[in-house]
T-cell receptor
Framework: DADVTQTPRNRITKTGKRIMLECSQT?????MYWYRQDPGLGLRLIYY???????NKGEISDGYSVSRQAQAKFSLSLESAIPNQTALYFC?????????????FGEGSRLTVL | QKEVEQNSGPLSVPEGAIASLNCTYS??????FFWYRQYSGKSPELIMS????GDKEDGRFTAQLNKASQYVSLLIRDSQPSDSATYLC??????????FGSGTKLNVKP
């Protein structure tokens, strides 16, 4: 089983619908991140969290919200999906201290908004 | 806005050759630098990290950092077809946030 698990892996939805992408990890890391990847644009940071009570906006947080339900769970929500949110979304984790720079990625959630 | 620039490629090299991947960054305060490899349809995985000027070698991979020129590179010696992937450069100022380039696609031809 993957250490960082994302659900769903693929989702097609319509404009205006609310969507939640979930991420859970068994690595015991305190830091969790949500990125989106678009062709030609690389990975862009949406939100990140360093512990359950800590939530921070990234580069492109508009239109998204997050919830850190537990140390191991970090969810990304699109309150009213729009077509330009069609992308591949990655959850990632890292640990504070040694090797903080290494991000461990989930397998990705491909979202299509029609 | 912190920018990380990479040539999108594709970079094509024959098997056994040296592949050279380059990355420039805009924030002079950047302190840590990473190379991730992403196979098609897969998630990125870390292959190298470098924090000080100079070279860092790990097997067939060498990362090079020049902070004065705001430049980081990755050399892959004895390139193999299995090295064909997209290579992402990532930069961080304080290990809190990581800024990624758009990636360079490498094709290693048998």
């Amino acid at each position: 089983d993957a250490d960082v698990t994302q659900t769903p892996r693929n989702r097609i939805t319509k404009t205006g619908k609310r969507i939640m992408l979930e991420c859970s990890q068994t690595k015991g890391h305190d830091r969790m991140y949500w990125y989106r990847q678009d062709p030609g644009l690389g990975l862009r940071l949406i939100y990140y969290s360093f512990d359950v009570k800590d939530i921070n906006k990234g580069e492109i947080s508009d239109g998204y919200s997050v919830s850190r339900q537990a140390q191991a769970k970090f969810s990304l929500s699109l309150e009213s999906a729009i077509p330009n949110q069609t992308a591949l979304y990655f959850c990632a984790t890292s640990e504070t201290g040694r090797n903080t720079g290494e991000l461990f990625f989930g397998e990705g959630s491909r979202l299509t908004v029609l | 806005q912190k920018e990380v620039e990479q040539n999108s490629g594709p970079l094509s090299v024959p098997e056994g050759a040296i592949a050279s991947l380059n990355c420039t960054y805009s924030d002079r305060g950047s302190q840590s630098f990473f190379w991730y490899r992403q196979y098609s349809g897969k998630s990125p995985e870390l292959i190298m990290s470098i924090y000080s000027n100079g070279d860092k070698e790990d097997g067939r991979f060498t990362a090079q950092l020049n902070k004065a020129s705001q430049y980081v590179s990755l050399l892959i010696r004895d390139s193999q077809p299995s090295d064909s992937a997209t290579y992402l450069c990532a930069v961080s100022y304080n290990f809190n946030k990581f800024y990624f380039g758009s990636g360079t696609k490498l094709n290693v031809k048998p």
